[in-house]
């Protein structure tokens, strides 16, 4: 589960901001997951309370907004869900795709108090 390195980098990383922005606390953090990122969201709720726990963060709240994986077939130009459709073009059976969203992995915002 690698889940657990990453919200571990996150916390790092805004604890950083933290400091360079003078802040004491922090409301909440949002996090943008995109579905082709290969980052479970279940995963990193999971993994959050162990990354936080003792550290200036530990009543931070966070939030995910899920970023839908959409593709682009090469073969045939359809576009759809890449997630819904694991990955294989529902109009023509093509695996080859270009990803046009959803491999997103982004601290969005951090809600200081």
Not at 52 to 63: D, I, R
Not at 67 to 90: M, T
Not at 105 to 112: G, L, S, T, V, Y
Request: aromatic residues 6%; contains cysteine; glycine residues 8%.
């Amino acid at each position: 589960m690698h889940e657990l390195s990453i919200i571990s980098a996150v916390v790092k990383t805004v604890e950083n901001i933290m400091q360079k922005e003078g802040l004491t606390q922090v409301d909440t953090i949002v996090l943008q997951v995109g579905e082709l990122s290969g980052v479970v969201p279940h995963f990193v709720e999971e993994c959050y309370p162990a990354a936080v726990y003792q550290t200036c963060m530990e009543q931070t709240k966070l939030q995910m907004e899920i970023i839908p994986g959409i593709v682009r077939c090469k073969d045939c130009g359809a576009e759809f869900s890449g997630y819904q459709y694991n990955l294989k073009c529902p109009k023509c059976g093509s695996e080859h795709l270009d990803a046009l969203s959803g491999r997103e992995f982004i601290i969005k915002e951090i809600i200081a108090c």
